[in-house]
T-cell receptor
Framework: ETGVTQTPRHLVMGMTNKKSLKCEQH?????MYWYKQSAKKPLELMFVYNFKEQTENNSVPSRFSPECPNSSHLFLHLHTLQPEDSALYLC??????????????FGPGTRLTVL | GQSLEQPSEVTAVEGAIVQINCTYQTSGFYGLSWYQQHDGGAPTFLSY????GLEETGRFSSFLSRSDSYGYLLLQELQMKDSASYFC????????????FGPGTRLSVLP
């Protein structure tokens, strides 16, 4: 399998549920990202992992909890979400080197609906 | 704060040329990228500019003027399949840890 994969593709959950989103990259990259894409809003960078270390957390509520067990896998653990958290959650990876190009490879996303 | 601005919608006919502008205001600047996203699909990388000037890749070209905090994506010989949303994105640090995306421009190509 190639590229960046995400599972599940669709998820419906209640506000009291706990679920996890999974991302896997098969490109040998050293950085992985979680983005949130809501209707009519720009892509929002949520978390960045560089060499498995979390290097960025853009003021994301604690009900979102990332985990990066190795450089190929990234999880987003969800609990006690709100309806406004319904969105498309995109995972991306890139090979980060100072001065390099910025190509990010995105997965297909998980469409999350919180009831 | 950090922000990028793009037109929300652009409409053109097949075979035409269209330019999508992007202005940015960010804490740092290490490159401007463009992504295409079809409905229901993932964003895919189109081009990247770190230095001023024009980069050409087939029917797509991208331009950057750092002094004006401005760039554009130029699409030539438009095809129906080019109907999609186009996002500009700025890398605001040198190690790929801070990306800021624009709101996207919805391009509709008419027959």
């Amino acid at each position: 399998e190639t590229g960046v994969t995400q599972t599940p593709r669709h998820l419906v959950m209640g506000m009291t549920n706990k679920k996890s989103l999974k991302c896997e990259q098969h490109l040998g990259h050293n950085a992985m990202y979680w983005y949130k894409q809501s209707a009519k809003k720009p892509l929002e960078l949520m978390f960045v992992y560089n060499f498995k270390e979390q290097t960025e957390n853009n003021s994301v509520p604690s009900r979102f909890s990332p985990e990066c067990p190795n450089s190929s896998h990234l999880f987003l653990h969800l609990h006690t979400l709100q309806p406004e958290d319904s969105a498309l959650y995109l995972c991306a990876s890139s090979q980060v080197l100072a001065g390099s190009t910025d190509t990010q490879y995105f997965g297909p996303g998980t469409r999350l609906t919180v009831l | 704060g950090q922000s990028l601005e793009q037109p929300s919608e652009v409409t053109a006919v097949e075979g035409a040329i269209v330019q999508i502008n992007c202005t940015y205001q960010t804490s740092g600047f290490y490159g401007l990228s463009w992504y295409q996203q079809h409905d229901g699909g993932a964003p895919t990388f189109l081009s990247y500019n770190a230095l001023d000037g024009l980069e050409e890749t087939g029917r797509f070209s991208s331009f950057l003027s750092r002094s004006d905090s401005y760039g554009y994506l130029l699409l030539q010989e438009l095809q129906m399949k080019d109907s999609a949303s186009y996002f500009c994105a700025v890398r605001a640090d040198n190690y790929g840890q801070n990306f800021v995306f624009g709101p996207g421009t919805r391009l509709s190509v008419l027959p």
